[in-house]
């Protein structure tokens, strides 16, 4: 169990302000957290594949297909930007 010394220590690290009366509150509430991952460590995942997910998420990205515009549409976006050396200079994006 986590002494509330050590909690203080832990909110000192954090930069955080606690009272005694905090330090002993997350003292109880974090050591039971603390012996319910103790319980985690314990379980047998032997049989467990490491490839096994949780979701099935999946790539989301989408091919990178140039598409052609027409002039007009090219004029325009070209004309909101300033040409250097047959390129379009833009502002910083930073």
Do not use: C
Not at 17 to 42: F, G, H, N, T, W
Not at 67 to 86: F, H, T, V, Y
């Amino acid at each position: 169990m986590l002494n509330p010394a050590e909690i203080e220590h832990i909110a000192e690290l954090a930069r955080l302000e606690i009272s005694p009366a905090e330090a002993e509150k997350y003292s109880r509430e974090l050591s039971a957290v603390l012996a319910y991952i103790e319980q985690l460590d314990q379980a047998d995942i032997s049989q467990i594949s490491q490839e096994t997910r949780v979701s099935a998420s999946e790539n989301v990205f989408r091919a990178d297909v140039a598409i052609s515009w027409d002039e007009e549409e090219r004029q325009m976006a070209l004309g909101q930007g300033e040409l250097q050396d047959g390129l379009v200079k833009v502002k910083k994006v930073l």
